[in-house]
């Protein structure tokens, strides 16, 4: 068994501190791993999004989780500039079924609430609203009942989770070395992240930041992916990675 000891990597955000890295590390080595190297989660999703992130030059990513949205600036394999905020896909579903109780008397659970997002979910208010017919349990009869929502009430909903978010891309830019940013200016922002796929978050972040934001090509795998990438090409990623063994 000894010899069939796997080598492990485990993706950890970006404010991690040593003693929580330190609980990481010992948790992967009694799991049974052999040796552990710990990516942080935005070089992991950039990695995945085929970002070069060994360049010197400035890269920025924005990752927005199920329950933190992360933005960093990477150059030269490592973290030059980050900002995080603990509000991600999780929180908005919680707005909208908070909304929906508030304004309608209907409770929902946390799967209609992601439902709502993903159909008719906007990150800013469009002109051609889309409608949804959704059912839950009146608030006050307990009975069940059905009603329509359309986008721009979604949009209201997630109003305060998603200035957040934006707010943490604009903090990471204005943390960012003058001649770094003048790189994010020409090659843009990349959102990554199950969240990212919320329609016109690109738009808004872009609006937020005055820098053009792009969707990476899989948002929702760009994490796992960059890990992939990365165990297969150690050497090459060695400087963004901390390693453990027993």
């Known amino acids: 068994f000894r010899f069939l000891r796997p080598e492990v990597m485990v993706s950890v955000p970006a404010g991690i501190t040593s003693t929580e890295r330190r609980a990481v590390l010992e948790a992967a080595l009694r799991a049974g791993a052999r040796l552990v190297y710990l990516v942080k989660q935005p070089v992991a999703a950039a990695i995945g999004a ?5 360049e010197s030059s400035g890269h920025m990513i924005v990752h927005v989780g199920g329950g933190v949205t ?3 600036v990477i150059s030269l394999g490592g973290l030059v500039a980050t900002a995080s905020v603990r509000i991600g896909g999780v929180r908005l579903d919680s707005a909208i079924a908070e909304h929906v109780r508030q304004r309608h008397g209907l409770a929902i659970g946390e799967r209609t609430a ?3 997002k993903n159909t008719i979910g906007s990150a800013l208010p469009t002109e051609e609203e889309r409608a949804m017919d959704i059912r ?8 069940p009942r059905e009603l329509t929502l359309t986008s721009n009430e979604v949009t209201e909903a997630m109003q305060e989770g998603l200035e957040s978010i934006a707010q943490t891309a604009r903090q990471a830019l204005q ?6 940013a003048a790189d994010i200016i020409d090659r843009g922002i990349i959102l990554t992240g199950g969240a990212a796929r919320l329609r016109n978050l690109d738009k808004l972040i872009t609006k937020q930041t005055l820098v053009p934001c792009t969707v990476a090509d899989d948002p929702l795998l760009s994490v796992i992916q960059g890990i992939g990438v990365a165990l297969e090409n150690l050497p090459a990623y060695k ?3 901390v390693a453990s063994r027993p």
């Open 50 to 54: 085929g970002l070069p992130i060994a």
């Open 175 to 180: 943390e960012t070395p003058p001649e770094l």
């Open 239 to 241: 400087r963004s990675l």
């Open 114 to 116: 992601e439902d709502i």
């Open 70 to 72: 992360e933005a960093a």
């Open 136 to 143: 839950g349990r009146d608030v006050a009869t307990g009975l």
